[in-house]
Structure formats: structure tokens, C-alpha cells
């Protein structure tokens, strides 16, 4: 158990609905990524947060948006959804930010069908 | 920004072979690189990182400056080891690389 949790583990929705994707990182991290995984594209970092701030942002779609809040634990929200958004969606926490090898510990994941 | 790449999607040994997962990186400046490990669509989790030089699992990982290479090698394959690799950049690059789908065959 990596200590990060997400939260639904499984869900299943129609195209053009939205979603929220919830992570509480591990204790005492303050790093929290998020990233998109599919079988035809591998892991696609899309977007990190420190302490509540967006630090950085990869291939994350104008439809798709984050947050950190107060208490570190973040959520992913996804909207318009499309077929090609069903993947399995990870959370990561780590201790620091850049500049710093800090591992990843990573979540459980959610797995999200669009139907 | 720090990259890497792997060259192999998917990797089949036979159990008890040695088996060598390649990764390459492209970057200036001290690398730090990680390997990771995802067992059948489980949660991602950190395998080994090369500033600590350990060897888990029987794997170990040797930083090669000179080929930008930090291949991830075992001796021997056990069936256990059928995973999804991933080689990755320090915490604070988020660029994994595209992963190496590796089977044991019995």
C-alpha cells in the first residue's frame, strides 16, 4: 500500500458527461500528479500540483481542468466526456518539486468507462 | 527537460533466462533515474533508483554516462516478473518513458 488513495475505482458513464476523479496523497507529500492510462498510449502525465498550486501541465485537454486543495488532496475533473477518455486515471504523490529526485508513489488508479 | 526513451514495447523470456530492459536518456546534467514496475494493471511502484545503486528483486540498474543508457537487468527470469517497466526521470519530470511490456514464458 503506497499510502495514496483515489477514489471511485471503477466508473461508468454516457459521452458527454462529466466527472470528478478524487486523490488524497500519501502523508506529508505535497506533490500531486496526475496522469492518463490507456493501452494504446501508455502513461500520459497530465498535469502536477504543490502545496495547491499548478506547477505543471502535460497533455491535459481544455476539458479537462484540476485542483489541490487546503488539505492536499486533489481531484480531476473531466468533462464533455468522449469514448477515447475511457483509461485508467493515476494519482501520484511526492515529497518535493523540482530539482529534487523525489520518487512517485502512486494510487490505485480509476478506471473510467465511456459508454 | 529530461527524457528517456525505451526502445522495446514488448519483451518474452523464457523463465530462468537473463533478461535486459534498455533505457536511454537525453538530457545535460546529473541524471536521476528510476525504475518502475506495474504488475497486470495494478498500481505503478518504484522498483529501484539508481542513486541508491540496490538491487531489488534480483534486478539491478547500472547508469552508463557514457551510452546514456541505465538498463534495467536480472540473471534469471522468474514468471513473477511478467510486468509493465517503466524507466523514468526523477519526481520532478513527469515524462515516463513508453514502457516495456515484459512476459516470463514458463
Known amino acids: 500500500d503506497s499510502g495514496v488513495t483515489q477514489t471511485p475505482k471503477h466508473l461508468i458513464t454516457a459521452t458527454g458527461q462529466r466527472v470528478t476523479l478524487r486523490c488524497s496523497p500519501r502523508?506529508?507529500?505535497?506533490?500531486v500528479y496526475w496522469y492518463q492510462q490507456s493501452l494504446d498510449q501508455g502513461l500520459q502525465f497530465l498535469i502536477q500540483?504543490?502545496?495547491?498550486?499548478?506547477?505543471a501541465k502535460g497533455n491535459i485537454l481544455e476539458r479537462f481542468s484540476a485542483q489541490q486543495f487546503p488539505d492536499l488532496h486533489s481531484e480531476l475533473n473531466l468533462s464533455s466526456l468522449e469514448l477515447g477518455d475511457s483509461a485508467l486515471y493515476f494519482c501520484?504523490?511526492?515529497?518535493?518539486?523540482?530539482?529534487?529526485?523525489?520518487?512517485?508513489?502512486f494510487g490505485p488508479g480509476t478506471r473510467l468507462t465511456v459508454t | 527537460a529530461q527524457r528517456v526513451t525505451q526502445p522495446e514495447k514488448l519483451l518474452s523470456v523464457f523463465k530462468g533466462a537473463p533478461v535486459e530492459l534498455k533505457c536511454n536518456y537525453s538530457?545535460?546534467?546529473?541524471?536521476?533515474l528510476f525504475w518502475y514496475v506495474q504488475y497486470s494493471r495494478q498500481r505503478l511502484q518504484l522498483l529501484l533508483r539508481?542513486?541508491s545503486r540496490e538491487s531489488i528483486k534480483g534486478f539491478t540498474a547500472d547508469l552508463n554516462k557514457g551510452e546514456t543508457s541505465f538498463h534495467l537487468k536480472k540473471p534469471f527470469a522468474q514468471e513473477e516478473d511478467s510486468a509493465m517497466y517503466y524507466c523514468?526521470?526523477?519526481?520532478?519530470?513527469?515524462?515516463f518513458g513508453t514502457g516495456t511490456s515484459l512476459t516470463v514464458i514458463p
Open positions: 538530457y545535460s546534467g546529473s541524471p536521476e
Open positions: 539508481h542513486i
Open positions: 502523508s506529508g507529500d505535497l506533490s
Open positions: 501520484a504523490s511526492s515529497v518535493g518539486l523540482a530539482g529534487a529526485p523525489y520518487e512517485q508513489y
Open positions: 500540483y504543490y502545496n495547491g498550486e499548478e506547477r
Open positions: 523514468a526521470p526523477p519526481g520532478n519530470q513527469f515524462y
